[in-house]
């Protein structure tokens, strides 16, 4: 497969969404950034790798960095953690408080914002040293040591991050949270501006597309079906409420952020991420969201 050149045709073929969508503007230092980037990153599990444009450039990974929590809280507390999360599609934003309220503090599952922030806490509470373990993780999966968090964006986050706060409100009042909810803000505000370009998470991800590789990184091990099982849950919930028309479109397990990245895995093949920071109503990235649907349309490669 020469995916060389169907990265560089899929290039051509979104140009003309090149305009649609906004970046996400509710994080004072996201919206400076300038919208008018893409790139995009392919590592297959044999060796091969193809990429374009801004690959390199490193954007604020946001929401993608929930699937290292979830991959540190599997590996600490196993099947436990699902009596704190659960493990179904939300069919709601990323932010909405709707669900918590009915169902009294236990969020449908790890990827919408109020499970991220219980996973937060059971990370809070387990590990010695939360941030820099954390960080730790990131670059030993991604065989990276100059990874690293943006602290101007985690407090311009922190600083206007009243729906965050609601929702760690409502959790805490239902007895979810169990460390003091700033402290629970400020880390997950913090995990949520590790910046990566796309050849990096592409290479990271690799360890998620690979189940039968040993999963063993800084001593957070997972089994070749918890490898398996995260990548369910990628597939069912990591597009909030537009989880249905990526699986539609795209037919690959993944998982986006607003700061308009995107990283999908084809189990036991590749692992691709994509970036271009306008984002659709969903909060998912426009011209990510095409190449992907390029990507498994031109290769006729996707999981179904
Ligand atoms: N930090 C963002 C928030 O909590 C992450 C959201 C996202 O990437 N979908 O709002």
Known sequence: MDYQQIL???????????????????????????????????HTIYGETASIEQADTRFSIQSISKVFALAMCLSIKGDELWKRVGKEPSGTAFNSLIQLEVEKGVPRNPFINAGALVMTDILLSHLENPEEDFLNFVRAVSNNQTINYNRNVATSERENGYLNAAIVNLLKYHGSIKNDIEDVLHFYFLMCSIEMSCRELSLAFLAFANHRRKFDYEGIRLTSSQV?????????????DEAGEFAYLVGLPGKSGVGGGIVAIHPLLYSVAVWSPRLNSKGNSVMGIKALELLTTETKESIF
């Open 8 to 42: 560089e045709n899929i290039y051509q073929e979104i140009l003309p969404y090149a305009k649609e969508g906004k970046q996400a503007d509710y994080i004072p230092e996201l919206a400076k950034v300038n919208p008018d980037q893409f790139g995009m990153c392919i």
């Open 228 to 240: 398996k099982r995260m990548n369910a849950i990628m597939q069912t919930c990591g597009f909030y």
